[in-house]
């Protein structure tokens, strides 16, 4: 047989042949994504159905080792009003082990970006020199309408071994 020929079966016999248990991984990570309540997990204050049917949504979600945390509102936009709003922000964490150094993302929306400006001590404060990425963003108003500041966040876990 020439080369010509046996390119084809070489090829058909590479394709054939079984990848150093990729198959078994792949099966592996098939069923893990189909156990969606492994993969995708909820927590919400006080709600059996870990989520809120009204609004409809939830206030942490874990996908993998991530968390996403819904933005949390005050209308009192004072250092009182934005310790407030981490104190929620650290319950919120904690539902799934997580704490202010494993928060990767923070997106902050506030109807009065000066006066949050002026009062960044409080959010500093909680971050305690380890700080996320962050975007701050002025809005007109928020979805609940005396809300002055609303702050979301996404935290890594570290891998579980």
């Known amino acids: 047989m020439d080369k010509i020929h046996l390119f084809p079966l070489f090829c058909f016999i590479l394709i054939s042949l079984p990848g150093c248990g990729a198959g078994d991984r792949a099966k592996n990570n098939v069923k893990r994504l189909n156990d969606r309540s492994e993969f995708k997990q909820k ?6 159905s870990k989520q809120n049917e009204d609004a409809g949504y939830a206030q942490v979600v874990k996908a993998g080792n991530t968390i996403y945390i819904s933005g949390i509102p005050t209308a009192d936009l004072s250092s009182k009003g934005i310790a407030g709003v981490y104190a929620d922000l650290s319950k919120s964490l904690s539902a799934f082990g997580a704490k202010p150094k494993d928060i990767v993302k923070e997106t902050l929306y506030t109807t009065d970006i000066e006066t949050m400006k002026k009062y960044n001590e409080a959010r500093k404060a909680f971050y305690q020199g380890d700080y996320p ?13 005396d809300a002055k500041l ?7 876990l570290p891998n579980e071994e």
């Open 150 to 156: 609303e702050i979301e966040l996404i935290a890594q």
């Open 133 to 145: 990425a962050a975007t701050w963003v002025q809005v007109s108003r928020l979805y609940e309408p």
């Open 43 to 48: 927590w919400h204050w006080k709600s059996l």
